[in-house]
């Protein structure tokens, strides 16, 4: 099958978010350019590792003196509203890639599609090389956004994240509504 490219430069919205109740969420990439909505499911890990290196990236480029070129924003209320619908997948992630183009001043967000293919690495680790013109190859969510834009992102996901079940004070684990048994207590049950 041919590869599908979401590409959005800028979009209007960039947002991470959730379906259906702690323990039982599932994780959104959503990219909205007018009438046009991409949906990418991927981990609540996959949102918490893409937040956290963004955060970093960020802030490095802070610590270089990079200049961004940014309208001013017109609206600086965090966005808390729900995912757009209609959610449909487009895809299930597989890797993201984060980075900067100085060219234009904008931070580079792009998720590909799970694969079964690719080559292992000594460590171990799968090693997919897919020429990006290549008309075969995993599907392509790309999104390319202000400095700015990317700080609001880094914010609602780290809300998103932190808005799911509550740690146990004993092991850490997530707490359901009913409580978890627990290992530090020798299995005994935590509510």
Not at 35 to 60: F, H, I, W, Y
Not at 97 to 124: H, P
Not at 152 to 173: D, M, T, W, Y
Request: proline share 8%; aromatic share 6%; hydrophobic share 40%.
């Amino acid at each position: 099958m041919p590869r599908r490219r979401y590409i959005f430069d800028p979009p209007e919205r960039f947002v991470a978010g959730t379906v259906g109740e702690p323990g039982e969420r599932t994780f959104f990439l959503q990219a909205r350019d007018g009438g046009r909505v991409v949906s990418v499911v991927l981990e609540k890990v996959q949102v918490a590792v893409l937040a956290d290196r963004l955060n970093r990236l960020l802030d490095e480029l802070d610590q270089r003196g990079v200049t961004v070129v940014t309208p001013l924003l017109a609206d600086t209320t965090p966005d808390a509203e729900p995912l757009d619908e209609p959610i449909v997948e487009a895809f299930r992630a597989g890797t993201l890639t984060l980075g900067w183009d100085g060219s234009s001043d904008r931070v580079l967000v792009e998720a590909r599609a799970q694969t079964d293919e690719g080559d292992e690495d000594e460590a171990g680790e799968a090693e997919v090389l897919v020429d990006d013109e290549a008309e075969d190859g995993p599907d392509v969510f790309r999104v390319l956004l202000t400095a700015p834009a990317a700080r609001a992102f880094v914010e609602r996901a780290v809300r998103v994240i932190a808005s799911g079940r509550p740690p146990c004070p004993l092991c850490g684990q997530p707490l359901d509504p009913q409580g978890h048994i627990c290992p530090r207590r020798n299995g005994h049950y935590v509510n």
